[in-house]
């Protein structure tokens, strides 16, 4: 079946998955259970949602391109190269804004001295950090581009393999076959959230990846069973999707629901996927990447500052209006970030490509 050129619906829920993950680390912040922000108990789950994305995505930018063993080293060399001109700028300059904050903001370093180690900050420098070498570090989000990485060192040899597999059964039984696997690594080893950081984390990216990358070839098949009801199944996914980020004891449905979601906005143009295509939704969804990796360090600020230097009150209101203030902020340095630096690191990624 054809593709659009662009899928705004994708980019905007990018932007939630970003916030989730933000409202999830601010109830963590703060002792008491503050309105709206400990609905988000389960924000993790956000991670899961970049991880099954970037796999579909990737398979739909690159989907049409033929992979050969003569032309192999050269695809693999400038897919490489552009994966890193999208998230390398942004990764480095927060971590020497991690190492400053380390240097100058007194008593920071002995807060979690653990994470701030020379050897943990040189894996950080060639974005190894999550791959088993050590645990959680520096700028601590940055683990799930780490394993990101890893999948872009696999995803041309994932697509050379594609164009051996050429029957949408196949792809489907492969599918199934991942998803089966990944929740037997989660049963038998008693993980929530689909395996957390570190390891655990190298795991959950590359199931959830693989899964997102064939979701992608099963679009054909996802159109013709369910275009008779799309707008009805688009309302029910979000719900499925809603109960398992605010209630813990349902995790579990959040990854199958995700993936079909995914491939509901991938190939339908229902009034779920017309209203995520709104401008500002789908611009939260373009500085979702830069809110991802500054609001953790904007969190950490401020617990610097009210262990170290003021005295805030502990009231859930303050606190409640302290959280709504680390958001702002958030959103604040997300935007000038996307604008000043991954914009521009973007553009010249493609000159020197």
């Not at 984390?201 to 275009?227: D, H, K, N, P, Q």
Request: charged share 10%.
């Amino acid at each position: 079946m054809d593709k659009p050129r662009s899928i705004p619906a994708l980019t905007s829920i990018r932007g939630f998955a970003a916030l989730i993950v933000l409202f999830m680390h601010i109830h963590e912040t703060f002792r008491n259970d503050l309105p709206w922000f400990s609905i988000f108990k389960n924000g993790a789950l956000g991670v899961d949602l970049f991880f099954v994305l970037s796999g579909f995505i990737l398979a739909y930018v690159y989907a049409d391109t033929t992979i050969e063993r003569r032309n192999f080293l050269g695809f693999y060399n400038k897919f490489i190269k552009s994966r890193l001109a999208r998230i390398y700028p942004l990764h480095f300059f927060t971590l020497l804004f991690t190492l400053c904050l380390v240097l100058v903001i007194p008593h920071f370093y002995e807060r979690s001295p653990q994470f701030y180690t020379g050897l943990s900050f040189i894996l950080n420098l060639f974005l190894i950090q999550n791959w088993g070498f050590i645990d959680i570090s520096w700028n601590i989000v940055s683990w799930s581009i780490s394993a990101e990485f890893f999948m872009y060192l696999l995803f041309p040899f994932m697509l050379y393999f594609k164009n051996l597999v050429n029957s949408q059964f196949k792809v489907l039984t492969l599918a199934i076959f991942i998803f089966i696997i990944h929740h037997i690594f989660i049963f038998t080893l008693n993980w929530t959230n689909y395996g957390g950081m570190s390891l655990g984390g190298m795991v959950r990216v590359f199931f959830e990846f693989s899964l997102g990358f064939l979701l992608f070839y099963l679009r054909a098949g996802f159109y013709t069973i369910f275009i008779n009801f799309k707008d009805n199944l688009g309302l029910l996914l979000v719900l499925l999707l809603l109960i398992s980020v605010f209630f813990k004891e349902v995790w579990l449905l959040f990854l199958p629901s995700v993936a079909f979601f995914i491939l509901h906005l991938g190939v339908f143009d229902s009034s779920t996927s017309r209203f995520l295509s709104n401008k500002p939704l789908v611009y939260l969804g373009n500085i979702s990447f830069s809110l991802y990796m500054w609001h953790w360090l904007v969190i950490q600020v401020y617990n610097a500052l009210k262990t170290n230097v003021f005295q805030f009150d502990h009231s859930q209101t303050s606190e409640f209006i302290a959280a709504c203030f680390l958001t702002i902020i958030s959103l604040v340095i997300a935007h000038y970030s996307f604008r000043y630096l991954e914009e521009p690191a973007r553009k010249w990624g493609r000159k020197f490509i």
